[in-house]
């Protein structure tokens, strides 16, 4: 997904799909420093993890979420979360699979990464559950880049 080297600025792609045979769609993301590439590289285990153990190590703690609504959610600690989190998302959404739509660094510094994105989340037939403009706060906490905080239209 990298480049080797240490020359910036440099591009991150990913490949994303709807389903297994659906269209590819290539989402580049530019960052232009050691930073904003850790942040990216965080943002991107979130959306991989889909299992609760390595989800819980892509936030850091507390940890807000500013969701649909405009509710305030802050997570003290990662055994918060719930083990069945996966399965009653999938039951209630139907949900199969989130895309990343767009990816971009609007601020960075050494210990934080300001994230514009935007994520579709899809049902197994590949059709639309909706897309989410939002912006995610990934910090460097103890050495562990990882997301501090994110806000977004999505439930």
């Not at 799909?17 to 285990?45: C, F, H, I, S, W």
């Not at 892509?58 to 996966?86: I, K, S, W």
């Amino acid at each position: 997904m990298t480049p080797s080297g240490n020359e910036y600025p440099r591009e991150i792609v990913t490949i994303e799909k709807a389903t297994d045979d659906a269209p590819e769609t290539r989402v580049v993301t530019v960052v232009n420093d050691e930073y904003e590439e850790r942040g990216v590289l965080a943002a991107m285990a979130y959306m991989t993890a889909w299992n609760v153990t390595t989800l819980r190590t892509c936030l850091n703690y507390p940890h807000a979420r500013v969701g649909g609504g405009g509710r305030l959610l802050v997570t003290e600690q990662a055994d918060e979360m719930p083990d069945d989190f996966f399965e009653r998302f999938s039951q209630r959404e139907r949900w199969n699979r989130t895309c990343w739509e767009t990816r971009e660094v609007s601020q960075s510094s050494q210990d934080k990464v300001h994230l514009r994105i935007q994520f579709t989340r899809y049902r197994a037939d590949g059709s639309l559950i909706g897309r989410y403009p939002s912006i995610w706060i990934m910090t460097n906490q103890d050495g562990h880049w990882a997301i501090k905080m994110r806000s977004s239209f999505a439930a």
